[in-house]
């Protein structure tokens, strides 16, 4: 029941409430309770029963040695999480990796007069945990939420699948698809969870290149692997770094050459001007189907199948970029363990490249941040988009969303809060509540009951009633409802 209510939600939830078995399995008592509250005192297991009723001793001994092994077992325990963690910070290691995501640098100037580039720099550092029992457990856990098949291939079955049994039907396509299309979407599904099941680095110090100069980020690595810096550089050394089409891009090494380590991880920044047209859009349901509103198409679509775009938005976004020079800034409460899956699909369905993304932090070791998947994205999308607006006052802005979770509350608000920044807000209607939805109405007449068409239709009540809430002293000429993306046309700059 968990996850059929949490999938309700947002695609992730049902890897936050699959998470919570997880953590039932593997911390037994200390982590049965979901609610908060203190956890419970370990306290030693009590010696089994002689069945014959005369130990003569020595099951007594042996109960007793497991008391007081168990017991130095947790004194151990204790003292290493006592123990002070080591500040001095850590290099990245050969089996870690570094995924950088996308920024967006701003023009800057000095009280002297000097102009140059703000340029920040946002990552993720972590172990994969390809073999983790932890891992191998999730996805089995998933599949079986999923009713995914035990002998649908991967190397993550075996005798030690945990079996709790299927809570959602019907999520796989039909046995008549044959076994190919069960063995993709097993592929899929543990490439999807793979980001979710690895062991983030705390504490690590990162040094990118760009250009022929190196430049230590400022900050270490925080709890959940992530590390954000700003770096304020010069025209001469974003010019020495040959930026091309805009975009600035750098590399940090993996390790010490001398040690063999080779590997490069890239990154990119896109140098914004002060004054220009900026793209802020929603994902789910925006640009990529999801169908949020179904829970279980929702889970098959984000865990077993490539992800597909909404027709012609593609299209539509190259047009702007090609002939507005629109840069796109995607917020989302996608976690960002989704970037490199996300990153993949708008290169291949043709999107323009991503100037940034503002996608949510989950770590599905801490029951905070489980829940905070369940909260209403309204304040956390306000807030990543108000940063937008305040890093670029002078550009102009198009919001484009849907209809299916907070959009028009967010951007109406947005609208209010920022007379005359908003150019155009777009959202795709994805509710199905249009002319159809019409119902009848029973009229009494006389002593005799007839039914006749209400008009307008009930559901269009609501729905406009919802917009008009949602839009409440914006400019009815700013906001629009669209279905297919050919109806979207932007006012002449």
């Excluded at 007594?60 to 006592?82: D, E, M, N």
């Amino acid at each position: 029941s968990t996850s059929r209510y949490l999938g309700q939600e947002h695609p992730m939830v049902a890897v936050a409430a699959t998470s919570v078995a997880l953590a039932m399995v593997f911390g037994g008592r200390r982590t049965a309770s979901v609610g908060g509250g203190a956890r419970p005192p370990l306290a030693p297991y009590p010696p089994r029963p002689d069945p014959a009723g005369t130990d003569g001793g020595a099951t007594t001994a042996s109960a007793a040695a497991t008391r007081r092994g168990r017991r130095r077992l947790i004194g151990v325990v204790r003292a290493r999480r006592r123990a002070p963690r080591s500040d001095s910070p850590r290099p990245v290691a050969p089996d870690e990796r570094v995924v950088f995501f996308p920024t967006a640098s701003r023009r800057v100037s000095d009280d002297d007069g000097s102009e140059g580039w703000e340029v920040p720099i946002h990552g993720w550092i972590f172990q994969p945990e390809e073999r983790s029992l932890k891992r191998r457990a999730l996805i089995n856990l998933l599949r079986s939420a999923l009713d995914l098949d035990k002998d649908s291939g991967g190397r993550d079955g075996g005798d030690d699948r945990l079996e709790i049994g299927g809570e959602i039907e019907g999520i796989l396509p039909s046995a008549a698809a044959g076994g190919e299309v069960k063995r993709l979407s097993t592929e899929i599904l543990s490439r999807r969870l793979r980001p979710f099941i690895v062991c983030n680095k705390r504490r690590r110090s990162v040094t990118v290149q760009i250009g022929t100069r190196a430049y230590p980020l400022g900050g270490l690595s925080a709890k959940n692997g992530h590390f954000e810096s700003v770096l304020r550089l010069t025209d001469d050394e974003v010019g020495a770094a040959a930026a091309t089409g805009g975009v600035l891009r750098f590399v940090t090494p993996a390790g010490r050459a001398e040690d063999g380590d080779i590997r490069v991880f890239g990154g990119r920044s896109r140098l914004l001007g002060p004054a220009g047209l900026s793209v802020i859009s929603d994902i789910d349901d925006t640009v990529k189907i999801s169908k949020v509103g179904d829970t279980k198409e929702l889970l098959r679509r984000s865990f077993l199948e490539e992800f597909a775009a909404v027709p012609g938005m593609a299209r539509l976004y190259r047009a702007w970029a090609a002939e507005r020079g629109a840069a796109f800034h995607y917020v989302s409460s996608s976690p960002w363990q989704l970037y490199e899956e996300l990153a993949s699909f708008f290169d291949r369905t043709g999107f323009p490249e991503a100037a940034a993304l503002h996608l949510k932090s989950v770590r599905l070791k801490e029951r905070r941040s489980l829940l905070g998947l369940l909260a209403d994205p309204t304040k956390s999308k306000i807030r990543a988009i108000e940063g937008i607006l305040g890093r670029y006052p002078r550009r102009d802005f198009v919001l484009v969303g849907d209809t299916g979770e907070r959009d028009p509350e967010v951007y109406g608000e947005i609208a209010r809060r920022h007379p005359g920044r908003i150019v155009r807000i777009f959202l795709r209607d994805v509710t199905e509540e249009g002319d159809e939805c019409a119902v009848t109405c029973l009229v009494k007449d006389g002593d005799e009951t007839s039914e006749e068409e209400c008009y307008p239709p009930v559901e269009e009540c609501k729905m406009q009633t919802r917009m008009e809430t949602a839009f409440l002293d914006v400019d009815t000429d700013v906001w629009s409802l669209f279905t297919e993306a050919a109806e979207i046309v932007l006012p002449p700059s």
